[in-house]
């Protein structure tokens, strides 16, 4: 049993390291299939490197631009709100504000997102 046990260990070292050799002398060889492989990683890699570059030098300046034209635009937005009457001056059409009942917070005529400067709503002026 101790020799037939050698015997087996021996067979899958043998085995292993002949699978190794073939391995290695198949890598090793210059076929189409590796060609076209290798092909393709340094294509991925120089594409890779591409979006990295935009990433890094385009990006920026575009959110920058972005930016600078939101802020230029919400300026302007106000500078209209300047212009208009007061709040209270305003004609209130039926369409605005429905109320078909009160809401659960507050006085119960205000949404959860009221804002004063914006939102007006008088129950008794309505057209």
Avoid: C
């Amino acid at each position: 049993m101790f020799a037939q046990r050698q015997v087996s260990r021996a067979a899958q070292r043998f085995t292993a390291q002949a699978r190794a050799q073939a391995q290695r002398r198949f890598a090793s060889t210059e076929n189409s299939f590796v060609r076209e492989r290798q092909h393709v990683k340094e294509h991925a890699g120089a594409t890779a490197e591409l979006w990295r570059k935009i990433s890094i030098y385009s990006v920026p300046p575009a959110l920058l631009l972005a930016g600078y034209n939101a802020y230029n635009l919400w300026n302007e937005h106000w500078d209209h709100w300047s212009h208009m009457p007061p709040l209270e001056e305003r004609t209130e059409y039926p369409y605005q504000n429905i109320r078909t009942r009160n809401f659960p917070f507050g006085d119960g005529d205000k949404t959860a997102f009221w804002n004063p400067e914006v939102n007006y709503h008088n129950k008794d002026k309505t057209t």
